[in-house]
Each structure stands twice: as structure tokens, then as C-alpha cells.
């Protein structure tokens, strides 16, 4: 009579004890993204239910790698049917053979141990990815491999616990207990007595197991279980990738960008303790790839180092419980003798690797004996060559399992070297002071970005002064106006549109520069600059539909531009308005290309817009196309290596992202690799180049492509573009 009284006290100790540790760690960690800039999380939650239960309870993200995303879901709802199961143990130590008053219960117990058996097996297999497979986005080491040793010892402690209960109440075996009913059966011999005392061991096991576990996820790296849902509720819902607008006429504010790590907002803290540590985003991120210091991964988890121990600093509430048993001082920090060495490209397997940059990472990474109040974010937590290594490709937040965004944050460390330490590499810096005073990277005449029209034959190419009553302006973009590799695609894309009919004009020598390539390298004064400067014209002109063969353009226009004052413009993309005129009949493929082509996707029209459809659709409408596809394609497509400024900017270590990209495209053995983007295609005929193959592998937009089959005339042939046409 008196065991059940001592039980029942010490169970309400323990759990409220360990409840209340856990709620300190949490609230801790509160603490500290609160020391971040305040958002508006109502805002946030637009429109978010769809989304919120597709990833949440449907795993769509983690799914994207089907192996591993069987194996989460398992665990997933493993552990939420074992909530219950958790609360009949308890129950039944705390009753002495009560349980929950469900109907069916003996199909309950049998989902129970089927339940325990499928989370085992699933853990087994996540081990040997991480230890069999050796995977090397994960990573190894106790640390990582804790909650193998928590969870496989929480299901043992449930089995165990329902094995000794069977013996002591003396219970036939069952079809309904099948696992249990073996063990059970193994020890047949024992007394009722010895089988209660071990049912009671098994089960404090489990219980201190339980909570100890409790404890510890808001410690580790597990504060995902908690924090990840809530931050995918907290995703934006406004065009992903957008950048945040910077009011750069506050008088008040004392710097713009990110120099510190309070100058982050809440939600992007809130992403810091969401991370996961899977390396999905490190494993697809063109910079990890080809041996770059730049690990997304890696990214996040600095910052929440950085985040947690100045935290502690500034609020004077420590992030581990109990404290007592977690005394000590310094902060993690760069060792500034590794981290100005480069990845170690020589190690590299295959076209792509990223073991280079995690044992960087490894290295450069440390517990130092110093104040995390007096560290740099930008020199003490990240380099300068990390945050311009960033192609803001977005591969990395597709991937993310738990809705972390990557890119803003380097946006905004860059607004921070640009707006408020004047630092950016010397090719990036050119750019830009080309973009200011002739509004093209090169600084060639602002006059002379008309020049193109008069090489494309046999056609007139108005001005929104020649034809005011024009449908759809055709924003030409610094690429297709001054490169010349870039104007044929200009000059293709003119002759489509004449003879489809469409009503067209562009600005001539009133076009300015988009101003891309300004807000992604961190000027965002520039950008705002040309941005209000661009709709001024637009309305000047009464502009209704934009169409530009720039992915990079037409994602500043749709996505961004709007909240400067952009309003009812529609924009669309080349391959969009091909597509439809296709479809429409006005545009008739006509003449056989005999090609393997392969399409290289961009990824501002791909994973910042969904475009992924209309320039396949184009190239299957041409005659005697065989379209093959890379193995990373679509919305895993990887970069060219020209996004977020790299297109004027040196690499300066490991391989040449375009060259990886285009030996991937190489794979598949194609004639013609086509793109829709001037700066994809440039990488990938510099990558051609690279490889000695350029004279039988031809880099070509899907606008040239359509040309030649619609015209079947030799002036759509560039030099050295050997191509079979005929007529159907």
C-alpha cells in the first residue's frame, strides 16, 4: 500500500522537474530572439495553413530525398502514436494494471508494438546512413548520434516494461502482443514478485529516459521538433526570395544591413534554432560543391552558436539546464590562422564534392577564450569570403526540410559591408560603379544600347516613340543590349515577336539596368535608385506588359518591384510568351532541328518564379527535338554560378561552379545545351570552352533554337552552329 503512494510522489517530483527545465530552456531561447529586430508575425501567417500541413504532417520537404524521407515519416508518426502509448505506461505503473479506457484496446497495444518495432528498424537505418553509408552531409561523432541512443533506448524500456507487465498479471501470450509475448516467453520461468520489480525499473527507465530526452531536444540541435513547425507557420507568404526593403530615408537608424547579430529579425533567429544539421542545403549549394568556405549548413549554425552565447551574455539567463552542470566561459569563434586558407580542392571525388568545405568548416570553427560581446559577426563568426560566395541560387532553402531561408541572411551581411564598410571585391565593385554612371556592368556608352537592332535582318525593331500604342514593351536588360554573345538572343526573340504579330517596343536608349545585380551584391541604394528611375519610364510610357528574356530581371520586375510602386504591369518571361504563341498558333515550328538538347534551368526563373514547364514546352513543339534531361533538373537543378553578382566576381578557390554545371550536362551526351537565361548561357559556353568540346556541344537560348526551326534560314545560324534543318 505504501509503494504506490512513494510511486506516485516521485513520479510527480521527477516529471514537474523535468518539465520545468525543459520550459527554462525554452523560455532562455525566447529570450534571446527576442534581442532580434520585432516582426510582424501576423503578416507572416497569411495564408499559411496549405502549405503549414503539406510540410508538417505530409513531409513534402523531406521527401525530396525519398529514402531518408520514409525514414523521417516513420519516426514522425511513430513517436505520435507512442505519445499515447507513453501515457497507457504511465498509467499502468501508476494503477498497478489500469490503462487508457480506449475501445479496442488490444488493436491499440498491437499498433503499439508494430509502432516500436517500425521506429527501431527506422533508426537502425538512419545510423547506417550516417556510419554505413558515411553520407557526408551528416555528421558523425557522439554529439550527433545521442538521440540513436535515447530513442533506441526509450523503445527498449517501452518493450521491456510491457514484457515484465505481462509476466507479473500473468497473461496468455497473444497475437496482439506479439513482441512482447516472445520476450515474455523467454523469461517464463520467473515469479510474479521479480516481474514487478523489473516492470518497475523498466519503467522509471523509461519515464527518466523520457524526460531526460525532454530536456535535451530544446539544448540540441532536436529544438527543431519544436521550433520547425513554427517557423514553417511563420514562412513567408509573400514570392519567396524576395528582399526585405530597406528605408534608407530613416534618419534614425544607425546602420543598415547586418553587423550585428541583433540586427536580424526574429524570424531569422527563429530559423537558427529550427536547423536541423541534415546538410541537405550544404549538399545541393553550388559553392559547397565545388570548394567554396560558403556552407549554408554551416551558415546557420554560426549564427545560432552566436546568437545562443551572446544571449547569455546580454540577458544573464544561461541556454543549458540544469545550470549548474554546465559551468564555463568563452564562445565558439573562427581561428583566424585557418580561416584565411581555402578547401582543400586537391581531396575532392567527382565532378561535384563537399567534403573540402565541411572539414574547412571543421577546422576554422572553435571554443575560444573570449566575450562574445566583443566578437565581429563579420570577421569573428563569418568571413567576407563566405558571405561572396553566395550565387543566391536558393537550392539550399528548397531543400530545407524546416523552412530556413538562407539567402536574406547573406543579402543582408553584404548591405552591411557595402552600405556601411564600403567592402566588396574589386570586379564586383567595377560593376557597379559601371552601373551607376553608364547603368551596364561595363561601363560601356549608355548611348549605344540601342546599337543591336540594327543587326537583325529584314525587320524594323520600334522605340516606345516609334510605336506608342505598343502591347508589350520588350525590356532588352544590359546583357542582351551590350553582350555580344547575348544580343543574338535579342536579336532572335525580335524576329519571333514580328512574326507572331505581337504589337512590341523597347525603351532604346532609355533602357536603364534592372537593377538585379546592385540589390543582390548588397547596394541597395543603387538599386532603389534605378528601380524608382524604371517605373518613372514605365509610366512615362503607360506600360502594361513587360516581357524580358532576362530570368533576373523578370523576377525584379514581377516579384520586387511592386512594393516601390510597380502596379498593374503584368511580366512575363521569353519562354512564357513563346510558349503561349505556340499554343496560340501565331508562331509555327516548322523546319526539323535534329538535336539532343538538354535545358539547363535558371534559377530565378525556375525556384524563385516556377517557370519550369514553358521552356520544355517550347523546345518539344520544335520538329526532331529529342529533349533529354540532367539528373539534377528542375527544382534540384544546380546553378550556372553567375547568380547574386558572381557574374562579375572571380572564384577563388576549388572548381569553377559553370564548369561542374556543364560537366553535368555533359553526362548525358547532348549536341546542344539550352538555357533562357543570358547569364546561364555564357557559363555554359564558357564551360564548353573549358571542356574542348564547344565544337561539337553548342550553348544555345531556346529563343535561337525556336528561330531556326520557325525561319529554316541560314542567317539563324552563329558561327560554328552546325545544325541539320529541313523542312517537315
Known sequence: MVWPIVNLLLFLAVTGYGIYLFCQAVYHRMLYVKLGKPVDFRKQREGRWGEFLRQVFGQKKLLKDRKSGIMHV????????????????????????????????????????????????????????????????????????????????????????????????????????????????????????????????????????LLSFLVYVPQSKHFHLITAPVNIWLGRSEPVGKLSKLDLEDEEAESFGVGRIEDFTQKQMIDFYACVECGRCTNVCPASNTGKVLSPMHLIT????????????????????????????????????????????SSADGVTDIRPTLAWQKATWSHQNTSPQDMNLIGDVMTEEEIWSCTTCRNCEDQCPVGNEHVDKIIDLRRHLVLMEGSMPAEGQRALQN?????????????DRANWTGEVEGIRVPTV???????????????????????????????????????????????????????????????????????EIFEKYGVQKIVTACPHTFNTFKNEYPEFGLEGVEVLHHSELLDQLIREGKLKPQYEVKERITYHDSCYLGRYNNVYDQPRSVLRAIPGVELVEMKRSRENAMCCGAGGGMMWMEEKSGKRVNLARTEQALEVNPSIISSACPYCLTMMEDGTKMKEVEERVKAKDIAEILELSVFGDSAAHNKGFEMEASTQ
Not at 520476450?183 to 514487478?196: K, L, P, Q
Open 74 to 209: 516513420v519516426i514522425f508518426y511513430g513517436f505520435i502514436i507512442l505519445q499515447f502509448g507513453a501515457l497507457d505506461l504511465i498509467i499502468k505503473g501508476l494503477t498497478d494494471g489500469g490503462h487508457l479506457p480506449l475501445p479496442a484496446y488490444d488493436v491499440f497495444g498491437l499498433l503499439q508494438e508494430i509502432t516500436v518495432f517500425l521506429v527501431l528498424t527506422a533508426m537502425g537505418y538512419a545510423a547506417y546512413r550516417r556510419y554505413g553509408e558515411k553520407l557526408a552531409r551528416l555528421k558523425k561523432g557522439w554529439k550527433p548520434s545521442i538521440v540513436v541512443f535515447f530513442i533506441f533506448s526509450l523503445m527498449l524500456s517501452v518493450l521491456l516494461s510491457l514484457t515484465f507487465e505481462r509476466i507479473r498479471l500473468d497473461l496468455e501470450p497473444s497475437a496482439y502482443a506479439p513482441i512482447s509475448s516472445a520476450i515474455a516467453a523467454i523469461f517464463s520461468g520467473m515469479s510474479g514478485t521479480a516481474a514487478s520489480v523489473l516492470f518497475y525499473i523498466f519503467w522509471w527507465a523509461h519515464l527518466l529516459i
Open 302 to 345: 554560426k549564427l545560432r552558436d552566436h546568437l545562443t552565447e551572446k544571449g547569455t551574455a546580454v540577458t544573464g539567463k544561461s541556454p543549458y539546464v540544469p545550470e549548474y552542470a554546465f559551468a564555463g566561459s568563452g564562445a565558439h569563434a573562427l581561428d583566424a590562422a585557418v580561416s584565411e586558407t581555402h578547401p582543400d580542392w
Open 435 to 447: 552601373i551607376e554612371r553608364q547603368s551596364n556592368p561595363w561601363g560601356l556608352n549608355r548611348n
Open 465 to 535: 516613340k516609334d510605336n506608342p500604342q505598343f502591347e508589350y514593351l520588350f525590356f532588352v536588360g544590359s546583357m542582351g543590349s551590350y553582350d555580344l554573345r547575348s544580343r543574338k538572343i535579342s536579336k532572335a526573340f525580335a524576329r519571333l515577336l514580328n512574326e507572331s504579330g505581337v504589337n512590341f517596343a523597347i525603351l532604346g536608349n532609355e533602357e536603364k539596368n534592372s537593377g538585379d545585380t546592385p540589390r543582390r551584391m548588397g547596394n541597395e541604394m543603387l538599386f532603389q535608385q534605378l528601380c524608382m528611375e524604371n517605373i
